[in-house]
């Protein structure tokens, strides 16, 4: 009797070892997660360093620090850097004689610029300064980018909620209809559609909730979503979230602890996807990051 009662207690003692390991080795990845994030985020031309974001319009157009320009750089910047000329589906670059350019990093005076939606974005650089071509809802941009932007070295932490493992969910995947879209709005008021990769459903307090996945790679989904945090302790346009693709039985698991914050929060001049309307949780989702103070 004695010794199956020492059994059982040696049973139980190694399943608490076990269990706690793996709740500390959860925990670890969440932070070394946290860690990652935070070196993204203030790296050279991480989401913290973007000071500009510049719309043109069709013909040429100057650039430069001179107010005299049609786009106004900085005013580290030199006065006239050159010229952008858009026609169509095409637009070029012309650097100023006087001026040192590195295009894709070597000096070059003129050249066909690839925008963010293509392999190979065409790269800009003036000493810390650089920038490139976007495209969105047809429209063209230069945006603007400082590598010794002040905001890059003054974020230190982004405020987060406490890690907890129940915000952790097993999910079934639900396959999309042929050629299926999703609605997606950017901060802008534009709206575009955006192939639709399925949906992953979870429970919570006993009921399901079917969220709308975007294309987040080869090996993940992408969710943004809202819930009742949202425009209260969290950012208003929402949040992100990549999931690791189901496995052959349609099972993977949304971590809410690895929720963050898009790249507006960090920038006025980024240009956020936000929100479809079915992806609103109705209920608080206490985890992962945070809004800023300054928000």
């Known amino acids: 009797m004695r010794s199956n009662i020492f059994i059982l207690l040696l049973l139980g003692s190694l399943f608490s070892c076990s269990s ?12 070394q997660w946290r860690k990652e994030r935070l070196e ?13 974001l510049y719309w043109l319009e069709e013909g040429i157009q100057t650039f430069g620090s001179s107010k005299e320009n049609d786009i106004v750089f900085t005013e580290k910047a030199p006065s006239f850097i050159g010229t952008l000329s858009v026609y169509g589906d095409s637009v070029s670059i012309q650097i100023n004689d006087t001026v040192d350019v590195l295009i894709n990093g070597e000096m070059v005076k003129s050249m ?10 065409t790269l800009m650089q003036w000493e810390s300064l650089t920038w490139y071509l976007i495209q969105r809802g047809g429209k063209y941009g230069i945006r603007l980018k400082d590598s010794l932007a002040e905001q890059r070295f003054a974020l230190k932490e982004i405020p987060h909620f406490e890690v907890d493992e ?44 079917p969220l709308a996945l975007l294309d987040g790679g080869e090996d993940a989904y992408f969710l943004i979503i809202a819930d009742e945090t949202t425009g209260e302790e969290t950012y208003g346009g929402g949040r ?22 898009p790249p507006c929060v ?30």
């Open 112 to 121: 066909s610029l690839k925008d963010d939606t293509e392999e190979n974005t």
């Open 240 to 261: 992100y979230i990549y999931v690791d693709r189901a496995d052959s039985s349609g099972v993977t698991y949304i971590d809410f602890n690895k929720a963050y914050n």
């Open 20 to 31: 706690e390991k793996n709740t500390n080795t959860y925990y670890s990845d969440i932070e």
């Open 166 to 209: 129940h915000w952790k969910f097993k999910a079934t995947f639900i396959p999309p209809a042929p050629e299926a879209t999703l609605k997606v709005e950017n901060i802008l008021g534009q709206v575009s559609d955006d192939p639709l990769e399925g949906h992953l459903e979870f429970t919570y307090k006993g009921k399901n909730y």
């Open 40 to 52: 993204s985020l203030t790296q050279p031309d991480g989401w913290t360093t973007l000071i500009g």
């Open 266 to 295: 960090f920038s006025v001049f980024a240009t956020c996807p936000l929100p479809p309307q079915e992806n609103y949780l109705p209920f608080r989702v206490l985890a992962g990051e945070k809004e800023l103070p300054h928000h």
